[in-house]
């Protein structure tokens, strides 16, 4: 497939470089000239203009940074710029609305097209191994599935058009209120004087088990190797759980959705994130 790629930072660059990798021919744009050049060193074609990247493409897919920027990226520069038969992926996460909103005049203008935004981080979009939870119709999902393969694990058809959005954060709510629960136990045992390791060992195979403290244990040198014992560098950076967090309080917002835990998890983030915003989502522990 010949298939243009918009987006090349952290995770669209290792995305694109994967969608070579398994033999598709990749027509890449991105604002930044460092992030092109890049792209061209793992066999991607480049372009300076994003419509000029769209013209002939079997497939667009783009990953960006927030719901305006995509926005104005599929009205400016690939609906009416891209084949009529093309189909069409964004893979950022963004607002639910956005999302229904720019797939609606995709679809008005005759493309088919997905939200399919992504679990896992920098190194699963390296690796090819990241979770795509994909919205829209079956034709639409069918088509991008081929696209995705490339990239991800596993892709899974959430619902229509803005279910992927929808998964994402819901997903992302309940990590951020797993993790400061799974802080707060560690944390009140170690003052309790229990020996945090053996607190990790009891609590991992018994009704604490959850992916926060098995996979994730927030404490370094406690549990599994983990950001915490790199100083909290790396992993999933606290600014990035802040914007999931606040496109979560602004869907239940929008469905009058009861998120007593989600918001105090919001609310927790936001502070924490003034000052750490570039330490691993983890390092709230340290608050604690
Ligand atoms: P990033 O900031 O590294 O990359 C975004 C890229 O988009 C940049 O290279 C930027 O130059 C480019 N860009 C911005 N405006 C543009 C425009 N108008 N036209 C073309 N290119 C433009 O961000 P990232 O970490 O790669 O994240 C991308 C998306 O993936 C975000 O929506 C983020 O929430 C989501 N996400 C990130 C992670 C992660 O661990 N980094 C994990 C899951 C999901």
């Not at 058809?157 to 279910?163: E, K, T, V, Y």
């Not at 998964?167 to 707060?184: P, S, V, Y």
């Not at 190797?225 to 917002?253: H, I, V, W």
């Amino acid at each position: 497939m010949k298939i243009a790629f918009i987006g090349l930072g952290n995770m669209g660059g290792g995305m694109a470089a994967n969608l070579v990798k398994a033999g598709h021919s990749v027509n890449a744009f991105d604002l930044s000239e460092e992030a092109l050049a890049a792209a061209k060193g793992n066999g991607c074609e480049t372009f300076t203009d994003a419509a000029e990247a769209c013209a002939g493409v079997d497939a667009v897919v783009t990953m960006l940074p927030n719901g305006a920027i995509v926005k104005s990226v599929y009205e400016g520069s690939v609906i009416g710029k891209a084949p009529a038969g093309a189909v069409l992926l964004d893979c950022s996460t963004i607002d639910v609305a956005t999302a229904k909103d720019v797939i609606a005049k995709a679809e008005g203008a005759g493309y088919d097209m997905v939200d399919a935004p992504v679990s896992g981080g920098i190194a699963a979009a390296n690796g090819g191994t990241l979770t795509f939870m994909v919205g829209g119709t079956d034709k639409a999902f069918a088509r991008a599935e081929e696209v995705l393969k490339a990239m991800g694990k596993a892709v899974i058809h959430a619902g229509d058009a803005g279910a992927g959005q929808t998964a994402k954060i819901c997903n992302n709510m309940l990590l951020a209120i797993t993790m400061i629960g799974t802080a707060e136990a560690m944390t009140m045992a170690k003052k309790l004087g229990l020996d945090p390791q053996k607190f990790y060992e009891i609590s991992s195979q018994s009704s604490g088990y959850n992916w926060s403290l098995n996979a994730y244990t927030p404490l370094p040198g406690v549990g599994v190797e983990s950001p915490a014992d790199k100083n909290y560098q790396g992993g999933f950076a606290t600014a990035l759980m802040l914007k999931d967090l606040r496109l979560a309080m602004e869907a239940a917002g929008s469905v009058h959705a009861t998120t007593v835990l989600g918001s105090t998890a919001a609310e927790l983030y936001e502070k924490f994130a003034e000052d750490n915003g570039g330490l691993d989502f983890s390092a709230i522990i340290k608050t604690l």
